[in-house]
């Protein structure tokens, strides 16, 4: 199976503190920075699953462009698009507390600019699945990017997964001109969280729905799963692992990636 994902590769820097705060506060933290960002995310752990795949986004020459790169392309990612020689390579900076919960910051740097016309349809040929981060449909002009690359994929019988990424995000963006985009997309598999789904006002279209609800596992279509019983580390990426693990194998194989991502440090595998 071939897995493409269009969207983000940033540096990742993922902070898991001991919980102390305040102005005048001192702690100590252990931390991961690597190659992160939704598509790269689900494009790693779908290798690391056992399928090929192919990640497809902007990104930066600069020193955190070169890490993140490397890293995935160390994870048997293959790496294709437009490498900005002069701009600012996206970040994302996670606060992970004691319990596991985290607050992400992000900058997505070049990302967003990624356009049309910089892709190359024959990125996608053999595709089984495009999986589009909800972050490719908020900012022109990466959308129409996003909406070329789907048309490339369904053209030839493939299948196109979003992600709904950031209730923020919708909110931002306006929820009226995402379900717009979405219902052109026609998503074969739509994810979310409960968050998102309010705040996008209801079941987005698409063939399928799964539902992410973290410790009390997933829906697909309002049937449950359980999430598997693990360790809480980090909870950063889970859904990512989890959107993997469904794209290769489906729900079972869905759990066993959100529960092996929860357990170490960092949304990579």
Not at 80 to 105: F, Q, Y
Request: glycine share 14%.
């Amino acid at each position: 199976m071939l897995v493409c994902a269009l969207g983000d590769l940033l540096l990742d820097v993922i902070v898991r503190t001991d919980g102390s705060s305040g102005p005048d506060a001192e702690g100590t933290a252990e931390t991961r920075v690597g190659a992160g960002g939704q598509a790269a995310n689900v494009a790693a752990w779908a290798v690391m699953l056992g399928a090929e795949a192919r990640f497809v986004g902007k990104r930066a020459a600069d020193g955190a462009g070169e890490l993140a790169a490397r890293e995935l392309a160390s994870r048997g990612v293959e790496l294709l698009g437009p490498i900005d020689a002069e701009g600012r390579n996206g970040v994302v900076v996670s606060l992970v507390d004691p319990e596991g919960a985290r607050t992400m910051l992000s900058d997505r740097g070049v990302a967003p600019e990624l356009r049309a016309e910089d892709l190359d349809v024959r990125w996608f040929a053999g595709c089984e699945w495009l999986h589009l981060s909800g972050y490719s449909l908020f900012r022109r002009p990466i959308e129409e990017a996003a909406a070329k690359a789907a048309g490339a994929v369904q053209a030839q019988g493939g299948s196109v997964s979003v992600d709904l990424s950031s209730a923020a995000g919708i909110r931002s963006h306006g929820p009226e001109r995402l379900l717009s985009r979405l219902g052109l997309l026609q998503p074969d598999v739509v994810f979310a969280n409960e968050g998102e789904l309010a705040a996008i006002g209801g079941e987005p279209p698409g063939k399928a729905l799964v539902v992410k609800r973290g410790s009390e596992g997933f829906t697909i279509d309002g049937r449950s799963y359980p999430a598997l019983a693990t360790e809480i580390v980090d909870t950063t990426g889970a859904g990512d692992a989890l959107a993997a693990g469904y794209l290769v194998g489906g729900p079972e194989l869905a759990a066993e990636a959100a529960a092996r991502c929860v357990a170490h440090l960092g949304a990579m595998p």
